[in-house]
């Protein structure tokens, strides 16, 4: 627990309460690292909390904690870095417990009018791929997560692009074409990386697509009952496709013949 007296930064994002526990002159740097779309309560609202504080041993490294009597999600780190761990866990507790919106491990643009879905896990190469697209004209959407309210529409959920550099560090890049309202998605497309592959992808019927969303879902399991309807949503009103992709150029191309 925290040695010295804190504060507590209340937050509500997509229905879910968190509460940060932070020493007072690290408040500003953790205000800035709550979930996008957040909403200030009181601190005695929070039902999910969490700890950010000064590793005693370190000079200028943090730990988080989730739960006032957790273990550290990670090794002690630097500022920057812990922020991010923070700010990563904020999402996967709202992720997690979101209670009008399904969340899934994907990244979304709109191209040419059309809004894309990419679903994919960590390592996956989604970010390279939004940002392969972003560059070719696409409006931001999200690297991390497609969140679709209880009609299939998508929302903006627009942190910086965290890009893996070849050495495991991550540069992280702030898009200037950033959407700002929710759109119905028109494809889904589910790419797998696979170094000098070849796409060839093959058209999925809806509720084969469902079976794929479902794969990359965060609370599915949690929460059913509202998972499981709005995904079928997003699949009825979209067009899915699957495949396997060598660079990004592949996909790009192909996407700007369909979309024409």
């Not at 090794?75 to 996967?92: F, G, N, S, V, Y």
């Amino acid at each position: 627990m925290l040695s010295i007296p804190a504060v507590t930064i209340a937050a509500e994002c997509y229905g879910v309460s968190i509460g940060i526990h932070c020493c007072p002159e690290d408040a500003a740097a953790v205000s800035t690292h709550l979930p996008l779309g957040c909403n200030p309560i009181s601190p005695m609202e929070a039902a999910h909390r969490f700890i950010f504080e000064a590793d005693p041993h370190i000079e200028g490294f943090y730990s988080v904690k989730r739960g006032l009597s957790a273990k550290a999600q990670a090794p002690a780190q630097p500022l920057e870095a812990a922020l991010r761990t923070l700010q990563k866990e904020l999402h996967i507790c709202v992720a997690e417990h979101a209670t009008s919106h399904a969340f899934v491990h994907a990244g979304v643009v709109a191209w040419k009018d059309r809004t894309i879905i990419l679903p994919g896990c960590s390592h996956a190469g989604k970010s390279t791929l939004v940002w392969s697209l972003v560059q070719a004209g696409a409006v931001y959407y999200s690297d991390e997560y497609a969140i679709f309210d209880e009609h299939g529409s998508v929302y903006p959920f627009a942190l910086p692009i965290g890009l893996r550099l070849n050495h495991g560090e991550r540069r992280f890049i702030n898009p200037d074409n950033v959407a700002s309202s929710p759109r119905k998605p028109d494809f889904i497309v589910f790419a797998r990386h696979r170094s000098g592959a070849k796409w060839r992808p093959r058209r999925l019927q809806p509720a084969a697509a469902v079976l794929q969303l479902l794969r990359h879902s965060i609370a599915v399991r949690r929460n059913p009952v509202l998972v499981l309807p709005v995904l079928k949503q997003v699949s009825l009103q979209s067009k899915a496709f699957t495949g396997t992709r060598g660079d990004s150029k592949q996909l790009l191309d192909w996407l700007a013949v369909l979309l024409n």
